[in-house]
Protein backbone atom coordinates (compact mmCIF):
# COMPACT_ATOMS: atom_id res chain seq x y z
CA UNK A 1 0.00 0.00 0.00
CA UNK A 2 1.58 3.37 -0.52
CA UNK A 3 2.95 5.13 2.32
CA UNK A 4 4.29 8.51 2.31
CA UNK A 5 6.27 8.85 6.11
CA UNK A 6 7.36 12.16 6.99
CA UNK A 7 10.61 13.54 9.19
CA UNK A 8 12.38 16.60 9.74
CA UNK A 9 10.65 19.88 11.04
CA UNK A 10 10.16 21.23 14.34
CA UNK A 11 10.88 25.15 15.74
CA UNK A 12 13.49 27.34 14.21
CA UNK A 13 13.86 31.12 15.11
CA UNK A 14 12.76 34.07 12.57
CA UNK A 15 15.66 33.82 9.26
CA UNK A 16 16.64 30.04 10.21
CA UNK A 17 16.87 26.84 8.02
CA UNK A 18 14.61 23.84 8.78
CA UNK A 19 14.53 20.48 6.15
CA UNK A 20 11.93 18.30 5.79
CA UNK A 21 11.86 14.64 4.25
CA UNK A 22 9.32 12.20 2.84
CA UNK A 23 9.78 8.76 2.36
CA UNK A 24 7.46 7.08 -0.20
CA UNK A 25 6.92 3.62 -0.65
CA UNK A 26 3.98 1.38 -2.25
CA UNK A 27 4.02 2.56 -5.67
CA UNK A 28 6.72 3.54 -8.59
CA UNK A 29 7.68 6.68 -6.92
CA UNK A 30 9.83 7.92 -10.51
CA UNK A 31 6.74 7.94 -12.18
CA UNK A 32 4.76 10.37 -10.07
CA UNK A 33 5.06 14.10 -9.54
CA UNK A 34 5.22 15.10 -5.71
CA UNK A 35 4.41 17.98 -3.76
CA UNK A 36 4.57 19.75 -0.44
CA UNK A 37 1.40 21.74 1.05
CA UNK A 38 0.66 22.81 4.87
CA UNK A 39 -2.02 24.23 6.56
CA UNK A 40 -1.24 27.15 8.93
CA UNK A 41 -2.91 27.53 12.33
CA UNK A 42 -7.02 28.78 11.29
CA UNK A 43 -6.21 28.62 7.86
CA UNK A 44 -6.95 25.76 4.82
CA UNK A 45 -4.54 23.62 3.11
CA UNK A 46 -2.02 25.67 0.81
CA UNK A 47 -0.09 23.94 -1.76
CA UNK A 48 3.29 25.07 -1.34
CA UNK A 49 5.83 23.08 -3.98
CA UNK A 50 5.84 20.44 -6.21
CA UNK A 51 8.50 18.83 -8.32
CA UNK A 52 7.97 16.82 -11.81
CA UNK A 53 8.24 12.86 -11.63
CA UNK A 54 11.93 13.37 -13.31
CA UNK A 55 13.10 15.84 -11.21
CA UNK A 56 13.42 18.25 -14.18
CA UNK A 57 10.41 20.54 -12.73
CA UNK A 58 9.95 22.47 -10.22
CA UNK A 59 6.81 24.90 -9.05
CA UNK A 60 6.48 27.41 -5.99
CA UNK A 61 4.12 29.21 -4.78
CA UNK A 62 4.46 33.01 -4.39
CA UNK A 63 4.89 33.08 -0.52
CA UNK A 64 7.97 30.57 -0.21
CA UNK A 65 9.81 31.61 -3.49
CA UNK A 66 13.17 31.91 -3.45
CA UNK A 67 13.64 30.69 0.16
CA UNK A 68 12.27 27.36 0.00
CA UNK A 69 13.71 24.25 -2.52
CA UNK A 70 12.14 20.98 -2.99
CA UNK A 71 14.35 18.18 -4.42
CA UNK A 72 13.61 14.31 -4.76
CA UNK A 73 16.08 11.15 -4.90
CA UNK A 74 14.46 8.87 -7.09
CA UNK A 75 16.95 6.15 -6.31
CA UNK A 76 15.86 6.29 -2.63
CA UNK A 77 12.29 7.25 -3.09
CA UNK A 78 12.54 10.55 -1.27
CA UNK A 79 11.62 13.91 -1.29
CA UNK A 80 12.72 17.35 0.45
CA UNK A 81 11.99 20.71 1.28
CA UNK A 82 14.51 22.94 2.21
CA UNK A 83 13.28 25.84 4.50
CA UNK A 84 15.19 28.77 4.55
CA UNK A 85 14.97 32.40 5.74
CA UNK A 86 12.18 31.38 7.80
CA UNK A 87 9.04 33.74 8.75
CA UNK A 88 6.69 33.35 11.36
CA UNK A 89 3.92 32.99 8.87
CA UNK A 90 5.67 30.04 7.70
CA UNK A 91 4.42 28.32 10.91
CA UNK A 92 1.96 25.13 9.91
CA UNK A 93 1.70 21.39 9.66
CA UNK A 94 3.46 20.85 6.50
CA UNK A 95 2.74 17.39 4.02
CA UNK A 96 4.28 16.12 1.62
CA UNK A 97 1.69 14.32 -1.50
CA UNK A 98 1.72 12.17 -4.11
CA UNK A 99 -0.12 12.81 -7.52
CA UNK A 100 -3.03 11.14 -8.42
CA UNK A 101 -1.95 10.36 -12.32
CA UNK A 102 1.36 9.60 -13.00
CA UNK A 103 3.29 11.81 -16.06
CA UNK A 104 6.76 12.66 -17.06
CA UNK A 105 6.90 16.36 -16.54
CA UNK A 106 5.01 19.50 -14.87
CA UNK A 107 3.35 19.26 -11.45
CA UNK A 108 -0.49 19.05 -10.13
CA UNK A 109 -1.19 23.17 -8.83
CA UNK A 110 -4.08 21.85 -6.99
CA UNK A 111 -4.95 20.07 -3.79
CA UNK A 112 -7.18 18.14 -5.73
CA UNK A 113 -4.59 16.57 -7.92
CA UNK A 114 -3.03 14.33 -5.05
CA UNK A 115 -4.27 11.29 -3.41
CA UNK A 116 -2.28 10.60 -1.02
CA UNK A 117 -0.42 12.60 2.23
CA UNK A 118 2.19 12.25 4.27
CA UNK A 119 1.19 12.27 8.12
CA UNK A 120 1.82 15.69 8.82
CA UNK A 121 5.04 17.64 10.25
CA UNK A 122 4.95 20.58 12.59
CA UNK A 123 7.55 23.67 11.41
CA UNK A 124 7.26 26.34 14.24
CA UNK A 125 9.41 29.92 13.34
CA UNK A 126 9.34 31.52 16.79
CA UNK A 127 12.52 33.26 18.27
Known amino acids: QVQLVQSGGGLAPPGGSLRLSCAASGFTFSNYAMSWARQAPGKGLEWVSGMSSDGSDAFYADSVKGRFAISRDNAKNMVYLQMNSLKPEDTALYYC????????????????????WGQGTQVTVSS
Open 97 to 116: AKETTPRRRGVGLGLEDYDY
